[in-house]
């Protein structure tokens, strides 16, 4: 289990610098992101600094009108909001697509950008905040290693653009050069310690799921890790990204303009 009191001095340092920032916490419903929103709203009562959580209602059947009022009630009793966004895209579009997750994640990294663009006025005050877990990095590593170094297809340019977007998730905090900030919370946790939080603290979840999860290579490497019993050592996972994946370096992250960041890497 993830301890508020625990996680908060292991951060501290980071939370320390937010006050009279604004966060923009990405929601979905989902277990790493409804953790995350827990931990950062209990953080901006203590620390104050202003929180606004936001959420892509995509694919549209996972989020019918009463899913989104009964998880949007519980974050406003919590002292929370959720602004839900039409990400203009249909189910059958989706469908219609070779990979309807990659058609998803584009079609969210566009409404993405056209809310921060809109709605920001002062960069240097913003902090992104998505829920990416220690699960998902080591899933980046095993991507690389199996889909890139070890494949005998000649696709080995696209597997190492492919990592240079996934692997700026290694990095807890990176600090562009325009001022604004991308912070992970969950990044050094396990799946497990994720699900435990989420159960024992009573957190609701997204109940729908969805209809093209066999596409999100995840969700396989998650169900493995799960019946091996699985854990993994944040440190450990970083070094050998460093050694082994030749890991680009933060300043190569943190000196992109915004617009090809948030664009094509974020």
Not at 94 to 113: D, E, G, T, W, Y
Not at 212 to 224: Q, S
Not at 232 to 248: E, G
Request: charged fraction near 30%; aromatic fraction near 14%; hydrophobic fraction near 35%.
């Amino acid at each position: 289990m993830i301890a508020y009191e625990e996680w908060k001095e292991s951060e501290r340092e980071v939370l320390e610098g937010f006050p009279g920032k604004k966060l923009f916490l990405m929601y979905s419903g989902g277990k790493d992101s409804s953790l995350c929103m827990n931990l950062m709203l209990r953080a901006a009562k203590e620390f104050g600094f202003d929180l606004e959580a936001h959420a892509g209602a995509f694919p549209v059947h996972r989020y019918g009108e009463e899913e989104k009022k009964r998880l949007g009630g519980y974050w406003e009793k919590r002292g929370g909001r959720i602004t839900w966004h039409d990400i203009g895209v249909t189910d059958q579009e989706l469908a219609a697509s070779p990979n309807p997750c990659i058609s998803c994640q584009r079609a969210r990294k566009k409404v993405l950008n056209t809310i921060l663009n809109l709605s920001t006025k002062d960069w240097a005050n913003l902090v992104l905040v998505p829920s990416f877990t220690l699960w998902d990095i080591v899933g980046y590593s095993i991507e690389h290693v199996l889909g890139s170094l070890y494949s005998s297809q000649e696709n080995h340019v696209d597997g190492n653009e492919r990592f240079f977007e996934t692997a700026q998730r290694f990095y807890p905090v990176i600090r562009m050069k325009e001022g604004y900030t991308v912070y992970r919370p969950l990044i050094k946790y396990n799946g497990p310690d994720v699900t435990d939080t989420v159960e024992q603290e009573g957190i609701p979840l997204l109940s729908v799921p969805c209809r093209f999860k066999e596409y999100r290579p995840k969700r396989m490497l998650e169900a493995y890790y799960t019946k091996m019993g699985l854990r993994f050592d944040y440190d450990k996972v970083f070094r050998f990204a460093q050694t082994s994946l030749s890991l680009p370096d933060l300043r190569k992250y943190a000196s992109l303009d915004r617009e090809e960041y948030l664009k094509r890497i974020f």
